[in-house]
C-alpha cells in the first residue's frame, strides 16, 4: 500500500478578509500541519508583536535570494517583496503537510510548479463593502493607500475561480469559517 502524499495548503485572499486569523487557529488545532518560512521588504509593524516565520530582509538581501533561485515563489505585494524559501518547503514537505498564508501570486505559482500537493483555498468577504469596512476598521491608512488594496482585492477577487475551495468568512463568523477550512483539510488528506 503507498503511502499518502504530503500536501501543501495555501490559504489566500485580500486584505483584512481574515487569512492570518484563520492560518494561526488551524496550526494550532491541526498540529501535524506545519508552516514555511517568508522573506519580506516590509518594515517591521510598529507595535505589533512580529510572527517568528517572518524574515525581514533589506531589498538588495530580497534580490540576491531571487537571483540564486532560493525561491520556490515571490512576489510584489502592497509596493513589498515576498517569498518562500523553496529548500524550507521540500525539507518539511517530506515529513508534513504544510499551512501557508500566501498572496494569490504566489500561491498560483506554487500551484504551477506543484500541482499534484498544492491544494489552494481562498478566503473573501461576504462583499465588497463588508471587506471595506474591514479593512478601515483594522488599520488608519490614507484614502489612496485604501484605494490601492481595493484595487488589488478586486484583482484577486478575480482570480478566487484558479482556488479548489472558496469560503465565505462572514463578520463575526470566524469559528464557523475556522471549522470549514478545517474539514476542507481533512477532506483533501483523505483523499
Not at 500541482?115 to 473573501?124: C, E, G, S
Not at 469560503?167 to 463575526?172: A, F, P
Amino acid at each position: 500500500m503507498m503511502k499518502k502524499e504530503n500536501k501543501i495548503f495555501i490559504i489566500s485572499g485580500p486584505s483584512g478578509v481574515g487569512k492570518t486569523t484563520v492560518t494561526k487557529s488551524i496550526i494550532r488545532r491541526l498540529s501535524f500541519l506545519k508552516t514555511t518560512v517568508t522573506f519580506t521588504t516590509r518594515t517591521k509593524r510598529l507595535g505589533k508583536k512580529e510572527d517568528k516565520r517572518v524574515i525581514h530582509v533589506s531589498e538588495d538581501q530580497f534580490r540576491k535570494k531571487v537571483n540564486r533561485g532560493d525561491f520556490l515563489e515571490w512576489a510584489v505585494v502592497h509596493d513589498n517583496f515576498y517569498g518562500t524559501d523553496g529548500q524550507v518547503v521540500i525539507d518539511r514537505l517530506k515529513k508534513n503537510s504544510l499551512l501557508m498564508n500566501i498572496d494569490v501570486q504566489g500561491a498560483l505559482q506554487i500551484k504551477e510548479k506543484m500541482p499534484r500537493q498544492t491544494v489552494l483555498i481562498f478566503i473573501k468577504a461576504k462583499n465588497l463593502n463588508e471587506l471595506v469596512k474591514r479593512i478601515a476598521k483594522r488599520e488608519k491608512m490614507p484614502k489612496n493607500i485604501l484605494a490601492i488594496r481595493l484595487k488589488n482585492a478586486r484583482k484577486e477577487l478575480a482570480l478566487a475561480k484558479k482556488y479548489q475551495h472558496v469560503v465565505v468568512n462572514e463578520t463575526g463568523k470566524v469559528a464557523q469559517t475556522i471549522k470549514e477550512v478545517e474539514e476542507i483539510i481533512k477532506n483533501e488528506l483523505a483523499r
